[in-house]
């Protein structure tokens, strides 16, 4: 089985197709949610509250580096 990186070190994408928020699991919002009728809380997308999430291949994250760079430039 595959490890995973440490708590909010790896970047993450949404799980859901259409979303395209990236960021960090720290960055995930705290909702309220039940699991077999016992109440906590579920860490969800902060843009369309989908609770499923995977890690960023290296190639998404060379994309989004170049995203991020781009805009830097564009403001400068």
Known sequence: MKEHPPFGTAPIRCGRTRCSWRGY???LKKVP???GGLRCTRNACP???C???SFMTAGEIKARER???AQ???ES
Do not use: F, P, V
């Open 25 to 27: 699991e720290t960055d």
């Open 47 to 49: 843009t369309c509250g």
């Open 67 to 69: 995203k991020q760079r």
């Open 33 to 35: 949610g039940t699991i």
């Open 72 to 74: 830097a430039h564009k």
């Open 51 to 53: 609770d499923s999430y």
